[in-house]
Structure formats: structure tokens, C-alpha cells
């Protein structure tokens, strides 16, 4: 099973800040990336999708972006609504896996 | 608009059976491959099946840890899919999810508001 390896597994940071997540993976998975946002209490949102595209309705403060097998989400200038986990998923080849996820917390 | 609504949770004692169905609406069902992800208490994602539709013949995936104790299904008459949970183990503990690939591009734009699995006896 290919691996997903999330980090950090949590953070603290300042409305305004710009705030990076990323999961590498174990083996190639191309583009085929997911990033989801979730908040307690609601299912998961798609916000970036193969990689580096934005799903619909999604700020443009979000994007990703592939470094070889490191994939980012970043997000510039933190909003209060941007408080949230945050989990990769590939879905290259099956089982599909997610990282460990990642909670963004306010400093 | 595009709806998913999981239902058939509940609480169950390890080694026994529960049946979570998703029904769907406000897409073509016929031609989507569903899937079904969990939820730990630990608020870890996973992956747990999928079900391709009826042109790649409702070939199915599951992660290793369900195989041979969970089923995935669908009633694309009825625009459902089913999730078959035999032999639990509290490990199975979970917010049940049910999502859609409607194409590559499309996969995890839809979910359910998700079912809680609760094992323990």
C-alpha cells in the first residue's frame, strides 16, 4: 500500500500568517492527490484536486503544489475560518490512503 | 442537487452484523463509482471500499483490514449503495462515510453527512 506521510500533525498559527501542509508519499502517485478540509462536526471538503487545482468554490488564498513525491497545500493570509484538520488523500492506485491528517489551530 | 444520506448506524456488539445503506440523489447513479471511507474516533480518515458501476462490472477494492468481513454493494435501481459489516471488532468503531467519483476529476466532491458505528459490548 502506498503510504501517505502527513506533516505537521498539528499547528498553531496567526490570522494572516501563510501556512504550509504537506504529505509525501511513499511511492509514485503522479497527480492523482486530494486535499480535504474538515471541520468538527461536518464531513470531509474537497479543496484542491489533482494536485494543483482548485475545487469549486474555494478561496484563492488555497493551492497546492508537487514537489517530486511531496505534495503542499498552502494557504496565504490565515483566515478564522480556515481553523480546520486537514487530510491528503491518493487515490492512484488501490487502497486509496490518506495522511494522518493535520489540525491547524489559532495561535 | 446532489445529496448523500447514510443511514443504518447504531450500536453493536463485537462479532456481530450492521448494514449501512447510502442513498443518493440528484446525479446519475448508474454510471458513478461509489465509495465508503471511516472515521476514527481518533479523527483519522480511511479508505475502505469501493465499488466501480455496471460497464467495468461492479468491480470492487477494499483495504486489507475489512477484506473478507465487509461487502460493498449497490441497487442501481434504487440509486444506493450498501455496506455489508460482518464479524465486527471494536476496532470497526467509526464514523461511516459514503462518497462518489462521478469521473477521476470529480472524486470527493460529494459526501454524506456520515453514520456512527459504535462496537463494544
Known amino acids: 500500500d502506498i503510504q501517505m506521510t502527513q506533516s505537521p500533525s498539528s499547528m498553531s498559527a496567526s490570522l494572516g500568517d501563510r501556512v504550509t501542509i504537506t504529505c509525501q508519499a511513499s511511492?509514485?502517485?503522479?497527480?492523482?492527490l486530494i486535499w480535504f478540509q474538515q471541520k468538527p462536526g461536518k464531513s470531509p471538503r474537497r479543496m484542491i484536486y489533482?494536485?494543483?487545482n482548485l475545487a469549486n468554490g474555494v478561496p484563492s488564498r488555497f493551492s497546492g503544489s508537487r514537489s517530486g513525491s511531496d505534495y503542499s497545500l498552502t494557504i496565504i493570509s490565515l483566515e478564522s475560518e480556515d481553523m480546520a484538520d486537514y487530510h491528503c488523500?491518493?487515490?492512484?492506485?488501490?487502497?486509496?490512503?490518506f495522511g494522518a491528517g493535520t489540525k491547524l489551530e489559532l495561535k | 442537487e446532489v445529496q448523500l444520506v447514510e443511514t443504518g448506524g447504531g450500536l453493536v456488539q463485537p462479532g456481530k452484523s450492521l448494514k449501512l445503506t447510502c442513498a443518493t440523489s440528484?446525479?446519475?447513479?448508474?454510471?458513478?463509482?461509489m465509495h465508503w471511507v471511516r472515521q476514527s474516533p481518533e479523527k483519522r480518515l480511511e479508505w475502505i471500499a469501493r465499488?466501480?458501476?455496471?460497464?467495468?462490472?461492479?468491480?470492487?477494492d477494499y483495504v486489507e483490514s475489512v477484506k473478507g468481513r465487509f461487502t460493498i454493494s449497490r441497487d442501481d435501481s434504487k440509486s444506493s449503495v450498501y455496506l455489508q459489516m460482518n464479524s465486527l471488532k471494536e476496532e470497526d468503531t467509526a464514523t461511516y462515510y459514503c462518497?462518489?467519483?462521478?469521473?477521476?476529476?470529480?472524486?470527493?466532491?460529494?459526501w454524506g453527512q456520515g453514520v456512527m458505528v459504535t462496537v463494544s459490548s
Open positions: 462518497t462518489t467519483s462521478l469521473s477521476l476529476l470529480n472524486y470527493g466532491s460529494y
Open positions: 440528484g446525479f446519475t447513479f448508474s454510471t458513478a463509482w
Open positions: 465499488i466501480k458501476d455496471k460497464s467495468n462490472n461492479y468491480a470492487t
Open positions: 511511492q509514485d502517485i503522479g497527480n492523482n
Open positions: 489533482y494536485a494543483t
Open positions: 488523500l491518493q487515490y492512484k492506485q488501490y487502497p486509496n490512503t
